[in-house]
């Protein structure tokens, strides 16, 4: 059921985007449903790319996200990109 215009004049972005999500029927978010929905927050962006350009809060959120995240494999990456310094043997002291 479709919110009322007095619901959509009340309404914060989050509900917005609640109603906007159960009206395209969107489930679950996949790169196409989220460039539709950047697509409908503004039509400048026009991929994923567009926006994140647009908005560099949403990369600290996603690097963040990522960094609270228990992934092995996302670890062991980083750390096989990692340089190790060289032991100081007067710091082994």
């Known amino acids: 059921m479709s919110m009322t215009e007095d619901e959509i004049r009340c309404a914060d972005l989050d509900e917005l985007l609640d ?3 159960q009206q395209k029927k969107i489930y679950h978010y996949r790169p196409s449903n989220f460039v539709k929905l950047l697509n409908a927050l503004d039509t400048n ?3 994923i790319e567009d926006f994140l350009e647009d908005n560099p809060g949403a990369l600290a959120a ?3 996200w990522i960094g609270e995240q228990n992934v092995s494999h996302w670890e062991k990456a980083i750390i096989d990109e990692l ?3 060289d032991s100081d043997p007067d710091d082994e002291e």
């Open 45 to 47: 962006y026009h991929s």
């Open 83 to 85: 340089e190790v310094a």
């Open 19 to 21: 109603e906007w999500e």
């Open 62 to 64: 996603i690097r963040n």
